[in-house]
């Protein structure tokens, strides 16, 4: 047995103001409405920080404020509501500020030779919020729990099974090896109290009273219409007392958190908008990171148009990403070389340099395809019929989708853009009815995503089957004994993907953070947990 052990989204628009004073006026409305509708153990200004490096409140500003109850089974299906949920909850692994795996549950883990088995040793004094101690029985039905309600982000069905050993001890059965069990299911996946979650009857409808977890916080506020919470340090808690006594989440538009945060009043934006970065570093500490969430363009290649390849590699030809990321994030960003970030470990060369943009190049390629332009300019097929399409987007991706039709159209295509809300844009890819669609997606974590976005069936995945030697890649990569051959495994894959193009990767967004004194938030290299990209590791508030 190998021993591995370790101690111990958007950029929105700003509101325009007739004046300085207007502007000041209405933030200062805003901070009373919310203090006033807190709380009074929230409303009140936050402590100075003790001798000892504790800080009794910190407060950060949330543009978009609900993210449902923080549970596993209640909270919205985002990365800031997962993040909630693991103040609460612990898994048995999680990444530290360098993006280490450590211990956390779990205080060491071992695999087995033959990598069907993975043995883990909880930490002893760990205990619920209730008292009870965390058992390895906890463990197995927690596995078991996730198999009966399945989360598209906690996958188990690699989990043949999970034993309940005496002193402490998990040993996780799979069904085949798995490349991203350890690195990636076991820093993420939250270990249920059995206790609590056993009796039931659909861990949807959990009450604010029911969540009871292993983590360093307790869920003590929860306003989902006004988009707030409160989070409360578990005195005693097994791992030490947390860094940060309270932590307060408030709904507010950045443009107003601005006001509020040189004033004091927030210790924290968590996203803060590219056009707002300079105003913000004139007075305050602005964090920057990569997102590693890349906005990609989608094709309907299901049906014609988009069916035909050709017509694809025509489309992605004539598209100036890198002008899109100057209009839409103020260059602040990075334009796809791949599937992941530059410099990721697991980037290989540029896979989509073959569609550097070049419209000459384009239009050739759209006349090869059958595609030609008529007196006025417009692409028609050799049928006659114009080249119209639509395109879907979320409303926040309204400039992306406004400056991506004006080029489309530029290059002769009729485009009609729809902005959509998340659960209509859902509905209309699950359906297959469009057209082109943008779509954004994280790829940090482990690359075992990739078989996922690339061929899964979720309404964001590209839904791309008909290549076998890919899906065998994909598949063989998950199985793979040592990181350099699945890197090579990845590499052939992303070169069969980029040559079929069911979608053409765009750019990733710059994110970016601004914090006052007291507190500065930090972005985990690569993402914690699946692979989230946000200020939000539990570990800045806990150490």
């Known amino acids: 047995m190998g021993l591995k052990t370790a101690l111990a989204h958007i950029p929105p628009g700003h509101h325009a103001m007739d004046s300085r004073a207007k ?38 500003a949330d543009e978009r404020g609900d993210h449902g109850l923080p549970s596993p089974f209640t909270h919205a299906p985002d990365g800031v ?24 549950l779990a205080r060491q883990w071992r695999e087995s030779e033959d990598r069907l088995a993975v043995e883990f040793e909880l930490h002893p004094q760990a205990r619920w919020h209730d008292g009870q101690p965390v058992t390895a029985g906890d463990v197995a039905f927690t596995f078991d729990y996730f198999r009966q309600h399945p989360n598209p982000f906690m996958d188990v069905s690699a989990v043949a099974g999970v034993d309940a050993l005496a002193g402490g001890r998990v040993r996780v059965r799979l069904k085949r090896p798995s490349a991203s069990f350890v690195p990636q299911l076991t820093a993420t996946l939250p270990i249920l109290p059995r206790h609590v979650f056993a009796p039931l009857a659909d861990p949807r409808r959990m009450s604010m009273q029911g969540v009871v977890g292993s983590g360093p916080y307790r869920v003590t506020g929860y306003d989902k219409a006004g988009g707030r919470y409160r989070f409360s340090a578990v005195e005693g808690h097994w791992q030490g007392a947390p860094r940060v006594r309270e932590l307060v989440f408030v709904r507010m538009e950045p443009s107003l958190a601005l006001g509020a945060l040189r004033r004091g009043e927030v210790d924290m934006i968590r996203t803060l908008p590219t056009h707002l970065m300079d105003e913000a570093g004139r007075f305050a500490t602005v964090v920057k990171a990569q997102s590693g969430h890349p906005v990609r363009l989608r094709f309907n290649h299901a049906r014609a148009p988009f069916a035909d390849k050709r017509l694809r590699h025509a489309i992605a030809r004539g598209i100036d990403r890198q002008a899109l990321l100057r209009i839409v994030e103020n260059g602040q960003g990075e334009v796809s070389a791949g599937r992941f970030l530059r410099g990721s470990p697991w980037q290989v060369g540029e896979p989509l340099a073959a569609y550097a943009f070049d419209a000459q190049a384009a239009r050739r390629q759209l006349a090869q395809a059958g595609y030609a332009p008529d007196e006025q300019g417009r692409l028609r097929s050799a049928q006659g019929g114009p080249l119209a399409v639509s395109l879907l987007a979320l409303r926040g991706h309204a400039r992306l989708a406004s400056a991506l039709a004006a080029q489309l159209e530029a290059l002769g295509l009729a485009v009609q853009v729809q902005l959509l809300e998340r659960s209509a844009l859902a509905a209309r890819l699950s359906a297959e009815d469009f057209d082109l669609a943008l779509v954004s997606q994280g790829v940090n974590g482990d690359p075992g995503n990739m078989a996922r976005q690339m061929a899964g069936k979720a309404p964001l995945s590209d839904a791309f089957r008909s290549r076998a030697d890919l899906l065998e890649l994909l598949e063989r990569q998950e199985r793979a004994a040592s990181a350099d051959e699945r890197r090579a495994l990845i590499e052939q894959a992303q070169a069969i993907y980029a040559e079929e193009l069911p979608s053409f990767y765009l750019y990733s967004p710059l994110w970016a953070a601004a914090c006052g004194p007291r507190f500065c938030p930090w972005f985990t290299p690569g993402g914690f947990a699946f692979g989230v990209p946000l200020p939000l590791n539990k570990l800045m508030f806990t150490q």
């Open 81 to 104: 509501g997962y993040a909630l949920t693991m103040l609460v909850f612990d898994s048995l692994l999680w990444r530290d500020r360098q993006g280490h795996l450590v211990p956390a």
């Open 23 to 60: 502007k000041c006026l209405l933030c200062l409305t805003l901070l009373a409405a919310l203090c006033g509708s807190l709380p009074a153990a929230l409303a009140q200004p936050a402590a100075p920080a003790a001798r000892t490096g504790r800080i009794e409140r910190v407060t950060i």
